[in-house]
Each structure stands twice: as C-alpha cells, then as structure tokens.
C-alpha cells in the first residue's frame, strides 16, 4: 500500500516493525506540533497501550520520521508488557543492539521494501 505521506509511512514501517519484532501490546502513534525538551519523539504507556508520539516539527522528512519513530519501538518492543515506569535504563546496549538491528533491517536487508507491502493504518 502506498503511503501518500511521513504520517501514514510512519504508520506502515510500525506495521512492519510489529510484525517481525512484536511488542507486545497494542502500540498508538500520535503526532503533535512541538514535544517538551525539543524531542524528535518520547514513549509512554497509557492503560494496556503504549504511545509513540512524534514531533512534526523535529520530525520533518519521512527519513527522520522512520528513524525516530525505529527508535521509539525499540523503546516498546523491550519494555514489552513490563511497567514503563520502572527504573531501568532507558538506553543499556541492549536497546542499541535493537535498535541497530532493526535499522540494518531497513536500510540494509530489504525492509524499506518490504514494508510498503503492509497497511498505512493502524489497529
Ligand atoms: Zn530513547
């Protein structure tokens, strides 16, 4: 399915992503103007979800768009069902290692490709 722009691409590649490293539970983009702090992106858990919002301002081409929103699912795919309010850290090697995965993935192994074959909506 085509992405006609950043929000539904952002949409698509979380599809992907979801798909071959589940995270667990149901996880929502948000788009807003500006995030605190000037950030590209921040992740939190509201309920049984978790929320990706990303910054429309910081996150201006759908290049910074897919890598904010490949390291925000990193976040969610290693908090899992775990509290996010828990006091681990929030980047220890493990996350970069994942995070580096999935991105070789996209850039490296196809997955840019592949994952304009899933839909631009969510669940
Ligand atoms: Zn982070």
């Not at 006609?4 to 952002?10: F, I, Q």
């Not at 309920?47 to 890598?67: N, P, R």
């Not at 997955?111 to 899933?118: C, I, L």
Request: charged share 25%; net charge neutral; with cysteine.
């Amino acid at each position: 399915m085509k992405a006609k722009n950043r929000y539904e691409r952002a949409q698509q590649v979380l599809n992907w992503i979801d798909y071959y490293w589940p995270q667990g539970r149901p996880v929502v983009i948000k788009w807003k103007k500006q995030l605190s702090d000037n950030a590209y992106g921040e992740t939190y858990r509201e309920g049984s979800k978790l929320i990706i919002t990303l910054s429309k301002t910081k996150c201006a081409t759908w290049e910074t768009t897919i890598d904010t929103l490949m390291h925000e699912a990193a976040h969610c795919i290693l908090w899992g069902m775990a509290s996010v309010e828990d006091k681990t850290a929030h980047h220890p090697p493990s996350f970069w290692a994942l995070y580096g995965e999935i991105k070789d993935r996209f850039d490296h192994d196809h997955g840019s490709e592949q994952s304009k074959e899933f839909s631009i909506y969510g669940n």
